[in-house]
Nanobody
Framework: VQLQASGGGLVQAGGSLRLSCTPS????????IGWYRQAPGKQRELVAV???????NYIYTVKGRFTISRDNAKNTVYLQMNSLKPEDTAVYYC??????????????WGKGTQVTVSS
């Protein structure tokens, strides 16, 4: 299973970016798909996640600014990031988890995509 992530870039504070994550399997194969980020010198943190039943959750620092969503027709999960702040600067990673109901849990990671927000 591979996760193809894209959409990072350089943007000014207050701007917007949209990240895309397209798995090589159907998005319905996974329990959850989400986005993590890691800033220099900091631990990786979960930013947003969407479950197989479209329940979403966000880290409190992005609530109201970021939206995670799924397009089943395109088999893609998006992270729409609005009102970006310099502290959102990080490498963003797509993550997915599969398993359960007697099957082993597995984690999958995409390659990181750099998001840089200038002040």
């Amino acid at each position: 299973v591979q996760l193809q992530a894209s959409g990072g870039g350089l943007v000014q504070a207050g701007g917007s970016l949209r990240l895309s994550c397209t798995p090589s399997e159907s998005t319905s194969f996974f329990n959850v798909i989400g986005w993590y980020r890691q800033a220099p010198g900091k631990q990786r943190e979960l930013v947003a996640v969407i479950s197989s039943t479209d329940v979403t959750n966000y880290i409190y620092t992005v609530k109201g600014r970021f939206t995670i969503s799924r397009d089943n027709a395109k088999n893609t999960v998006y992270l729409q990031m609005n009102s970006l702040k310099p502290e959102d600067t990080a490498v963003y990673y797509c993550h997915a988890e599969s398993g359960g109901l007697g099957n082993p849990f597995k984690d999958y990671w995409g390659k990181g995509t750099q998001v840089t927000v200038s002040s």
